[in-house]
C-alpha cells in the first residue's frame, strides 16, 4: 500500500458497493487479493490507495476493468451510472 494519500490526490473507489452487491465480506476480497482485511477497509474509505497490482487483482475478482472500480475523481453511484436517461 501507498502511504496516506493527501486530498488533492484521493483515490475514489466503488469496492464497498462491488463487495455488497456481491454478498462479498471484506475478509473474503482481502483473501481473494492477498491483503490483510482491515486494509481493504483502508481502501474502501480512502485512506490508502492499492498498489497498481491490487488494483488489477480486484478488478479480476469482479471481472470489470480497473476504471470501473478506482478513479481519480468522484464516481457516480452505479445506479445513476447504469439507469440515467439517455441523451
Known sequence: MTAKRS??????NRLAA???ERGMS?????????????SVGFIERGDYGPSLELALK??????????????????PSLSA??????E
Open 7 to 12: 486530498p488533492e490526490g484521493k483515490l475514489y
Open 18 to 20: 462491488l463487495r455488497a
Open 26 to 38: 471484506r475478509a473474503e476480497l482481502a483473501a481473494a487479493i492477498g491483503i490483510h482485511p482491515q
Open 58 to 75: 480486484a478488478a479480476q475478482v469482479f471481472g470489470l476493468p480497473v476504471e470501473a472500480i478506482f478513479s481519480l475523481s468522484p464516481l
Open 81 to 86: 451510472q447504469v439507469y440515467a436517461p439517455k
